[in-house]
DNA sequence: TCTCGATATATCGAGCCGATACATCGAAGC
DNA sequence: GCTTCGATGTATCGGCTCGATATATCGAGA
């Protein structure tokens, strides 16, 4: 149980915070919510599932019994609904509190701000500045790491590490927007500068089609992951 | 040895293809090549080359046992310079001329394109637009998550949402540039439409500090993290 | 001298993905 | 009415990869 992630085990509670639910519809939402394309397995949700019920987070919560198919194998394998703990929501509290370090980093951050609207301004700007302090040392390496690719790699290798480069800037400068949208509102509202149908923040609006930007970075990470590290998404 | 994904394996063989190394410089360079931050970790990297070495595409290349400290474990633990055998130059070239769909994900897209430069022209134009079918695929169903995260999300996991779509997009974009150098550039050179100072292809160059884009994406890969891709500049 | 960081190889625990297996249900087609 | 197919639903297994850690040497600087 040692060094866990807690990313997965985030959003799993911040999505029970808001209403119960069951393991396939879990995903469903997951994946809306850290990300598209990426394809959360069962392989890690389900043991995810089970260690939050064994560190009572969760509590299985199987009402009437309704919809128990019983299967062939004379067994019962029913919907299992679960529900967030006592336990669980204080947990859920403190991981949204937790505006450190670990929160700047790729896959934490993400889950962050999915979960803005449920937090305070000052957790929020911690959040987004850290993040962007973050971006920047990354920035600074990858620049060196360029310079140097420029004299060992050819020109393929370099214009991809280029463009990366070019995808991290523009998430800083996203993160600049953001921001500013968070000081200037002050007062009140809590969305963000949605690109949409701009607010307070001056947005380009790409809207439903692009019209010129377009950028994304796999992986994530590593994206991000990569990976991912990984970015994009 | 089941499902190796290749995609290191590839990378170690490719760099090897050029010189002679050892495994800790072979991860610095892999780190450069493939992404910056994305920092590959020594429990990856040398199983990887032992797995090679059995596979008969790495020889342990020791010649006059040079920089042996001799150990006080009375033992010895020098330095071992990997080489590539000729069946691991063929097994790179195999790798090189797979234009297949393999070659549109995330992670091997990366690594096929940072060595472009070994390629023909057919087998660019095929994985560059392969990739760019790959990527119009995860728009629409990014697009379509973006529709359901409207209703159920709130103002932040929908901008968290706009960002990454936006990032593909960009990438698209990338990728269409590059697409058309290739076209125009049948005549001859190897090189991509180099950002810096663009070739035949209308950049609008953001150059080192950005103006008015940003986005990036958490996770990612995962990404990864990796990765990459990016924009001229 | 002592410490520190770079060089260098190696392993371990744990997270997570992708594939797969099993089982039910409703809708569509024949 | 029958069958097929895709969505719903829970679950496990193999394997890759990361992050941390252990060990050891060497050169630079305090």
Redesign the interface.
């Known amino acids: 149980m040692g060094r866990r992630s807690g990313v997965l085990e985030f959003a799993v509670l911040g999505l029970l915070h808001d209403a119960p639910m069951h393991g396939y519809e879990l995903r469903k ?1 997951l ?8 394809a959360l397995s069962y392989g890690t949700l389900y043991p995810c599932l089970k260690s939050l019920v064994a560190q009572g987070f969760l509590v299985e919560d199987n009402p009437d019994v309704e919809y128990v198919p019983a299967t062939a194998l004379n067994g019962k394998r029913s919907k299992i609904v679960y529900r967030l703990s006592a336990e669980g929501k204080q947990r859920f509290e403190e991981l949204l509190a937790d505006s450190g370090p670990d929160a700047w980093e ?5 889950v962050h ?5 449920q937090t305070d301004r000052a957790v929020r700007m911690r959040v987004l500045e850290g993040r962007r302090s973050r ?1 920047e040392e ?1 920035l600074e ?2 620049r060196n ?1 360029l310079a ?2 420029r004299e ?27 921001i500013e949208t968070e000081r200037s509102n002050r007062t009140g509202r ?7 149908d701009s607010t307070a923040v001056p947005h ?1 609006t ?1 809207d ?1 089609r ?1 019209q ?22």
């Open positions: 939402r994946n809306i919510l850290l990300g598209t394309f990426r790729d896959e934490h951050f993400g701000f999915a979960f803005f609207g971006l990354r390496r990858m790491s140097r690719a060992r790699f050819d020109d393929y290798t370099v214009e991809l590490q280029r463009h990366g480069l070019e995808s991290v800037e523009r998430e800083v400068r996203w993160l600049n927007e953001l809590t969305g963000p500068a949605t690109g949409g380009k790409s439903g692009g010129e930007t377009g950028s994304s970075d796999p992986s994530g990470p590593p994206y991000d992951r990569p990976g991912r590290s990984a970015q994009e998404r």
